[in-house]
Antibody
């Protein structure tokens, strides 16, 4: 069965960096786009970033709230996507999920499988 | 940015009854609308995509309808495992992908 497993979360001080990983299995990782979505404690879902598959250029998109601070990369040989988070703020405290993107009509992506999440707490 | 608005915020329903959840987009998203279910301590699970297509393994009691700016998720006969928070999400105009604020379906 398709599986996505996030790791790398933890407690970090404001202004510091953290790198999350999303490890995929049971599907051809390189064929799919991948998103990161976060959820602050007790709040709703917020999309924060997306990386296309190499077939679609491997390019990235970011939400305004993280643009310039967060970077998504992928290593298709290892079936892993990364979320590099720099200059962290207390408002970045959330559960971070990765989700597989399914393309529809060549340009639209919805997310069919999600990992279980990894918790990031930004606090001094 | 497309704003997604869900109503009601909380829906109290008895087991076996029908639940109807609404989602409105601030501009047309065609049929590029997904619904997710999230239970406490769990990741979201895809229920519906393309406004009305059930994802793999989703029971037939879940159905989606609508297009443009108005969408509905119907659970025909609520089971105990259906009490959860439900989110709609548009994927027509991105970035950003945007979610509604969620509807909590609770036991009446």
């Amino acid at each position: 069965e398709v599986q996505l497993v996030e790791s790398g979360g933890g407690l970090v001080q404001p202004g510091r960096s953290l790198r999350l990983s999303c490890t995929a299995s049971e599907f051809t990782f390189g064929d799919y786009g991948l998103s990161w979505v976060r959820q602050a404690p007790g709040k709703g879902l917020e999309w924060i970033g997306f990386i296309r598959s190499k077939v679609y250029g491997g390019t990235t998109e970011y939400a305004a709230s993280v643009k310039g601070r967060f970077t998504i990369t992928r290593d298709d040989s290892k079936s892993i996507a990364y979320l590099q988070m720099n200059s962290l703020k207390t408002e970045d405290t959330a559960m971070y999920y990765c989700a597989r993107g399914i393309v529809e009509m060549a340009t639209r992506y919805y997310f069919d499988y999600w990992g279980q999440g990894t918790l990031v707490t930004v606090s001094s | 940015e497309i704003v997604m608005t869900q109503s009601p915020a909380t829906l109290s329903v008895s087991p076996g009854e029908r639940a109807t959840l609404s989602c409105r987009a601030s501009q047309s998203v065609s049929s590029s609308l997904a619904w997710y279910q999230q239970k406490p301590g769990q990741a979201p699970r895809l229920l519906i995509y393309g406004a009305s297509t059930r994802a793999t393994g989703i029971p037939a009691r879940f159905s989606g309808s609508g297009s443009g700016t108005e969408f509905t998720l119907t659970i025909s006969s609520l089971q105990s495992e259906d009490f959860a928070v439900y989110y709609c999400q548009q994927y027509n105009n991105w970035p950003p992908w945007t979610f509604g604020q969620g509807t909590k379906v609770e036991i009446k």
